[in-house]
């Protein structure tokens, strides 16, 4: 186990298309975080969950989006119906308990709407 | 609410300066967890070091260092003797102890180490 993997590292999309990301946290992780970050900003928290349960998600993250986690392994992003003010890139964190090891990131998915 | 502000925006040295990267946080909590990550040009975040609020106890790991005052709510980050390599942004961050371990992020320094 090398880390915690995204894919696509890069999709590029028209504006009202459908678009999956798919992250796969370390594997004795049972935390997992998504999270945006645009130019410029630091990291902003999208949601999270604690095995296969969404306990927390953000005022940021609109009912275009959603996320899961089935099976506390992986996790998907889907974000329907794009928009330009969707292009950042999205990255994803795992971690056993952060508030001692700190996250483990991915690379990100860099999403362009054009 | 929590709160972190790095006010520099971006920073330019010449390699082997000392240079420190600040960082304020707001936070209502008296239990919390400050972070420094590292997010170099290839984009990947990588965990620096993590420290408890009730831990003020400065830390050195190498050339890089750490001094956390509680009293003017900083935790700020020096890096000695600079390399090219240092180049990246860097981002603080603040976790509260409830929750459901969101972390918020700064704005994150660019530090640019000229050779």
């Known amino acids: 186990d090398t880390g915690v993997s995204q894919n696509p590292r890069h999709k590029i999309t028209k504006r009202g298309q459908n678009v999956t990301f798919r992250c796969d946290p370390i594997?004795?992780?049972?935390?997992l975080y998504w999270y945006r970050q645009t130019l410029g900003q630091g990291p902003e928290f999208l949601t999270y969950?604690?095995?296969?349960?969404?306990?927390?998600k953000s005022r940021l993250l609109s009912d275009r989006f959603s996320a899961e986690r089935p099976k506390g392994s992986f996790s998907t992003l889907e974000i329907q119906r794009t928009e330009q003010g969707d292009s950042a890139m999205y990255l994803c964190?795992?971690?056993?308990?952060?508030?001692?090891?700190?996250?483990?990131f991915g690379s990100g998915t860099r999403l362009t709407v054009v | 609410a929590q709160k972190v502000t790095q006010a520099q925006t971006e920073i330019s040295v010449v390699e082997k300066e000392d240079v420190t990267l600040d960082c304020v946080y707001e936070?209502?909590?008296?239990?919390?967890?400050l972070f420094w990550y590292k997010q170099p040009p290839s984009g990947e975040l990588v965990f620096l070091i993590r420290?408890?609020?009730?831990?003020?106890q400065n830390e050195i790991s190498g050339r890089y260092s750490w001094n956390f005052q509680k009293s003017t709510s900083s935790f700020n980050f020096t890096i000695t003797a600079s390399q090219v390599v240092d180049s990246a942004v860097y981002f603080c961050?603040?976790?509260?102890?409830?929750?459901?371990?969101?972390?918020?992020f700064g704005t994150g320094t660019k530090l640019q180490v000229i050779p």
């Open positions: 964190a795992s971690s056993l308990d952060v508030g001692l090891y700190g996250y483990t």
């Open positions: 594997s004795e992780h049972n935390r």
């Open positions: 969950f604690q095995n296969e349960a969404q306990l927390e």
């Open positions: 936070t209502r909590d008296t239990t919390y967890y």
């Open positions: 420290r408890n609020s009730f831990d003020e």
């Open positions: 961050a603040l976790r509260n102890s409830g929750g459901y371990q969101k972390v918020t």
